[in-house]
């Protein structure tokens, strides 16, 4: 497979991003939270999704994404937000809570919407099938190129909305991609205690569509499988179901006791990393210098430290606030 | 409010002719739903639109709510204007979530980044002898929860304008008509299926209510069929000298608090009558509001009337016994007048 | 295939039942409610789904299900009920609205509950399919042979419900039976406009559980298929998916103006009765006489004559009932 | 209500003991959701059961709502007591139809003939930053559709007896504790977090709300949370010579109207108080029975503190504008007293 130097450069930016996001935000939201963890407490209160080591689907997808075409992600959706190249600075200080936010602290972690981009996302798992089927519609009955993508766990593939989803984006032929993220968990619950066949993508014969199956966490592997179902829908052919193997680092949420996994499952994945890996494809394509790719990884811990930083910076909304935008006039 | 027409339609085609109206004003207006294309859609709220504007903005669905409910948010969300059709609100309940934590609360989650312009339509309402998954209300549920503006008209000319509104408004707007009003040949549970709409669009304000009467001594408050009871009970009354004032709120969210207090100074009694369900709904709103901000113009205690907290039942004494209407209405409008 | 005579009986004489039900129904309906249809008015108002034409799904199972299996049906009910054994007269009764009826008249048509015979049916589309699975579940943590089938709509098969119920019951390999009736419409959408795919039993596929399409409107043949699937699921290996091309006779409901479809559609479809196609093959067995079959039909319409008298000459509750049985003690 | 014990136990374990204890004395028993099992549910619940009494009884689910609360109730249809967690009510509108066009209806439908008995257990309340889809209390929406009866603890007393009871109905049950009240260690939003609970089984019963503090200048009706506010806001009025009564209804349906009224009748002042959205909910029906029936009693008019109509809020500062909280009832209490 070719991919052409940028989409490389994009995707282990935003990779190499998505990790020093997520490892700051994992240090960042225990501020506050020790020596005893209390979920109200610190900077970042709340829930806490954080998809270390999930990197790999979402830069393989989004690498063939338009500013203009759209996202829908779930409760764990920073990878997702970061490479559909949501604002940065403003997704973070929405996270922290902060006037500066995506949506001046109303919604956080969960839901994060920038309209720039196309990009929204939700806390209720499989919400998200149907919504990006609905914005395929709009693109379709506007005769415009444009493909929308939902992103969605495993567990998700269980819920009434997939199916409904998957039936109507089939049946209308709209440009949508439905990319099941498959990390073996749904918070406690192995795979194979929730779904009853071993792999999403078989699903797709549900529908009469393509169902792909990406067997390893692996970004150019996923930039392969979605760049034809990416392709497929801009053409007008349709939707496609693809299903990606990968691993989840942290948690289900920060705080998880994670009683349900083998202590040393995580410690054994990180030996794959999908990081190093990308890595090693650049250095061997010899495209790249060893300099060249540090380099990458300091723009992305710089551009990480400074999102940061401006959500410190910025201030609270006033409480007030918190009666608008209820309603838009 | 002067109605400045002699034209007369049933409320099915005050709604669809709104409907057409916006769809040719703005092409970003489309309508989806279970049969709302060769069929009309089952209470004709669609009636007439396939022929209009074709396959590709009057879509028929698969009876998947969750589907096409999400999908209409998708489509707001991309600058489209939806009205999707529920066809009995009962059925509200295999989709709610998309309802209640998406379409009402991204805007809000975006502080107004987003806005989501669709209207949710409805049917329902009983007296027809449908049972308890075919003829509830339940717009007590979802003005219960923010994000939604609830529209429920009681008059053909109301559910025009009511609708052009909601349509236009950047807002999702639920939009909720009572089987019992529309004036199907095939339901007739009124005795007046028709009233006078202008031709031309015009819009009513969401959160506005309406004085269908006015009267001096008590104030009844209703929505819907509630209100046409009302009416018919308010020219039974007065035949007996009882001047009652009936105050059709119609709209749920926003809800015109002031015109109820207005109304209860005027009166000093009040009426609450509802095809809801009696508890945590409508009826109990519009008495604490009364009970908050004008307890000393009350010379009674607040009365309230609706489907007593029991799924509606398919036989038609039964039916008949919990539903509200005329002769319930007069009673409850003289026990108030005597206490 | 070999049919035993007692099941060649029982299947005819259902099926006569259903038919002549359905048929004495559609008049009785019209009772008052003429010369001006006002579904308010008669002795039976309400919405009136019917099934004449799609009684070979109805008896092909039931034929295989004892008094102690469980049956969730729809909005269109009688059939299954028939077929399932409910009482005709107490069934008759609550469809009028009487005291006598199963529910005292507070369910009607669309709310027959008959726990003597574990029949239940639901106007929700979808929302027998997950409560089937719930009846198998409890058949099987108690260990008990009995087995649930779930009967629905092709238009159904699109709900979440279907998904989840499905996903469910092959994942814990419940005794349950799913049973799609292919009626070629949901009201008036024809299925090619509703479903991505031809035939819903593909989608058994999803869940990794047989899927059988039974593509004649014939007992016999709905009969074979479903034998092997209960029996399946009596034996513990878990659920079947069917689906039965079938044909609806009358109206989605009655006062369907049935713009929808061909004037001569259903003219057509009777030429092929799965009726009279069970009477030539009980006749070309040598197992029956004509007599005998006639015998069949009499018992079969004298039990609906006094189903119909029962139900008229029952009371109507007193209005004050309408306050009971929210709650039991 | 006096508790004999010394012992202290959290809510989270005071559930946990309750529904093991009805699962020891009844094989009918068994609960499912999600993560109940080897998790012990997010809000600890179940914690312990599948220890003790294995995967058969104390079932995993997929992420199915729709699917596995479908499937409780067709278990209790056939003679099982199901306990199905919903993990936060905010998800309850994936499956709303389930539950209240079947598991609230199949009793009335069938006059009696089909018992449900289940129990359906979910998290609900805020105050920890989880944002609009995972802090609504929504109780309201459930209290509004009949057939269903709702619990809503404020004690791990009470958590317990209400319970053993629901499990022991023979109708369905929506059991709604606030994560704030479980004890957890890793959400501390309560001083006091654990409570008296005696070791036996025992029960409370579903429709009895309990005066938590006797008081007579002033009453306070609350539930779950607001319980725990309005009795900090006591406390601190009292300091000043206010006697605020504390009303805890503990369930909402049936809702213990005649106590409402017998404390009115006492204080002549009502507020009522909601973690729940203030409009069309429970501040409005217990508003409404007092206007209805203790109108006469009050000596000014009724006040009501509950979330304002919006989504719940994100961050913190925004958050906590909109629940409620000792210090707003305290503020709340003077305004009454001074009306
Ligand atoms: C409808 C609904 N049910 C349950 C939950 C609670 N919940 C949040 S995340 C989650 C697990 C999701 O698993 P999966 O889809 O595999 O995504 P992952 O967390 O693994 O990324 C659950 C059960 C929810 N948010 N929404
Ligand atoms: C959830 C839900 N959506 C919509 C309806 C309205 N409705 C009743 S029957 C029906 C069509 C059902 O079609 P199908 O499942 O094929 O069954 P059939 O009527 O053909 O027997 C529809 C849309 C409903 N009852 N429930
Ligand atoms: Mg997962
Ligand atoms: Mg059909």
Redesign the interface.
Known sequence: MNVPKSTLVQMYRDMVTIRVYEETMAQVYLEGKQP?????AGPV???MHLAAGQEPVAVGVCAHLRKDD?V?GTHRPHHFAIAKGVDLKKMTA?IF??VT???????????L?D?EV?F?C??????C???????????K??KEPRV?VAFFGE??A???????????A??WKLPVVFVVEDNGY????PKH?????ATNA??A?????PGVYVGENDALAVYEAAGEAIARARRGEGPTLIEVKTYRYFGHFQ?DPE??RPKDEVARLREDDPIQKLKNHMLQSGLFTEAEIAGLEAEAKQRVEEAFAFARASA?????????????? | MAVQTTRKLTMAKAIAEAIAQEMERDPRVFVMGEDIGVYGGIFSATDGLLEKFGPERVIDTPISETGFIGAALGAAAEGMRPIAEIMFIDFAGVCLDQIYNHIAKNTYFSAGNVNVPLVLMAAAGGGYNDAGQHSQCLWGLFAHLPGLKVVVPSTPYDAKGLMISAIRDNNPVLYIFHKGLMGLGWMTLIKDTTGPVPEEPYTIPLGKADVKREGTDVTVVSVAMGVYHALEAARELEKEGIQVEVLDLRTLVPLDREAIINSVKKTHRLLVVDEDYLSYGMTGEVAATVAEHALEYLDAPIKRLAVPDVPIPFSRPLEQFVLPDAPKIVAAVKELLNS
Do not use: C
Not at chain 1, 122 to 127: L, P, Q, Y
Not at chain 1, 186 to 189: D, F, G, L, T
Not at chain 1, 193 to 197: L, N, V
Not at chain 1, 205 to 209: E, L, Q, V
């Open positions: 005893v963890f209390n979920i109200a209160p709340g829930e759209a829908v929405e809570g902060k936010g995506l949506g001046r602290g109303k919604g956080g972690h969960m839901h919407f309209p196309h929204s939700s806390g209720i798992v499989g919400a099938i149907p919504q990006a089927a609905g914005m395929a519609l709009a693109f009955m506007r929308a567990g998700a269980n819920q009434g909305a997939f199916h409904e989803g998957l039936n109507l089939a049946l749904a918070i406690s619950v205690k929730s779904t009853a066949i078989d699903r014969a549900a529908y009469g569509i705080g009683v349900y609270y909304p006033d409480p007030s606030e918190a009666l608008m935008h209820v309603f838009v006039d």
